[in-house]
């Protein structure tokens, strides 16, 4: 049986060892730093995180003594965490690879294949994404306990996931625990008010359910499940594309759809997030599409919330039109991520970093002498749009924009990369982001950063 893919993240996250385990009548072990035992629940401690499970879930609680750690010398303040980048890359995607089989059978009605699925991808990598997957693929197969655990374990992930407050008051309405439906759903309408949610909390607080024993009330199945449903979409309404300037070679226009809808995938689980709306992408032969958008002639590409891409003399998507493409539709997700909230530098560097590209040690090299005689863009420099630069100079903070991404990604897992962009989105300045994302403050960062290239 593989390890606990849970356990596995928590021992990066560098938390203490595990001593407590919860034993659940499902099968399923839940490891915690300490358990607190009550009438009528027990709750996993796990960091500042709480899980409460129903006694009626609990087979057993087993407790030991806590393993010491070990006391270490605090490393010096430049020196970054160890950890492989690239096999964290290799397991993210294997864990998109079962995601994508797991949603196939979800859409196929399979429910304990596509679980089988789902499980190999949250023990190839835990998110947000692989435990919700793995929540609802319980949920459809009716299996409620193992789909509550998930859901509270999602909690903890965000604990303002409003999937996962709908789905326990439902799971806890079907088990006719009204007090926990309702404190769910509570929690779910302050965030999002949704008029399927206010339907179930008016129909809890009639006076026949809220004082029966079972607690139990009529939910319709179909409007329950759209409140956690997600999986019946049609794959290329992610995109409206349309060609301006003439017409397109059919063949070639599949090819771009198919690299759109590929890279959409990919990015929407590492980003956890993606455009609310359907992305147009506008189709130009290379005259139209400087002369329409404005781009400099040094552009590739352009997003100013659709996505342009000149196509004049293109037979088929090679490698470098679709470096392009995930360039130009990484733009989009991190727009989405941020809402709009974000440097220029990170916004480049990060689609640089998506779309393949990085740098050898001859550029790194261009970049310690520009140091030495002080020309060397600051990050507040690159803040703004590039679009305005001429060639030369675009080209070097596009470079310097991907330096720090990449000095950023060694240094840091991508999650917690990610998790700026989460600040940014709730509107941290970016310094602020930095602080409460990575750490550290933005200007040590830079500073760090600046030293490695020397």
């Known amino acids: 049986m593989k390890q606990s893919a849970l356990l596995f993240a928590l021992l990066l996250l560098g938390v203490p060892l ?4 919860i034993q659940l009548k499902s099968g399923r072990q839940i490891q915690c ?4 035992d009550e009438a009528s629940q027990v709750q996993c401690i796990i960091g500042r995180s709480t899980i409460a499970f129903p006694k009626t879930q609990v087979e057993k609680v087993s407790k030991s003594s806590a393993v010491p750690k070990p006391q270490l010398s605090p490393a010096p303040r430049a020196t970054p965490p160890v950890h492989n980048p690239a096999d964290e890359a290799k397991r993210m995607g294997a864990a998109l690879n079962y995601t994508r089989a797991g949603m196939a059978r979800m859409k196929q009605k399979q429910f304990q294949s596509a679980i089988e699925s789902f499980q190999d991808a949250y023990d190839a990598y835990r998110n947000k994404d692989t435990v919700t997957n793995l929540a609802i693929a319980y949920y459809y197969n009716s299996k409620y306990d193992s789909a509550q655990s998930y859901f509270q374990e999602l909690l903890t992930i965000h ?5 996962a407050l709908n789905a326990l008051g439902i799971i806890s309405a079907i088990k006719g625990d009204a007090a926990s439906a309702d404190n769910y759903w509570r929690q779910s309408y302050a965030l999002k008010a949704d008029p399927v949610i206010l339907s179930y909390l008016q129909q809890l607080s009639q006076p026949q359910i809220a004082t029966s024993s079972g607690g139990r009330m009529s939910l319709n199945r179909t409007e329950m ?28 226009l599949r090819d771009i759809t198919r690299t759109l809808e590929d890279h959409y995938d990919k990015l929407r689980f590492e980003f956890e997030a993606e455009p609310s709306n359907t992305l147009e992408v506008i189709l130009y032969p290379k005259k139209e599409f400087l ?16 996505i342009h891409l000149p196509v004049g003399g293109v037979d088929s998507v090679n490698s470098e039109v679709t470096r392009v493409i995930v360039h130009e539709l990484t733009h989009s997700f991190f727009l989405a991520k941020t809402n709009g909230n974000g440097p220029v530098w990170l916004q480049e560097g990060i689609a640089e970093y998506m779309d393949g590209t990085r740098l050898g040690p001859s550029v790194n090299s261009s970049f310690a002498k520009l140091l030495t005689s002080d020309s060397f863009p600051s990050l507040h420099q690159m803040s703004s749009s590039f679009m305005s630069e001429g060639a030369s100079q675009a080209t070097l903070y596009y470079a310097a924009s991907l330096s720090f991404v990449q000095f950023l990604m060694d240094r840091y897992r991508f999650y917690e990369v990610n998790e700026l962009l989460r600040k940014l989105g709730g509107g941290e300045s970016t310094e602020e982001a930095a602080r409460q994302a990575l750490g550290s403050p933005l200007p040590d960062l830079e500073q760090e950063w600046h030293e490695q290239l020397r």
């Open 291 to 306: 002369s329409i958008t404005g781009a400099p002639d040094w552009a590739g590409g352009f997003n100013d919330g659709r």
């Open 18 to 21: 595990f001593c407590d385990v």
């Open 159 to 163: 604990p303002e996931d409003v999937l």
């Open 33 to 36: 730093e300490s358990v607190v």
């Open 225 to 252: 499940e759209k409140t956690i449903s997600g999986y019946e979409e049609d794959s290329e309404s992610h995109f409206h594309i349309r060609y301006d300037g003439g017409s397109v070679n059919p063949e070639l």
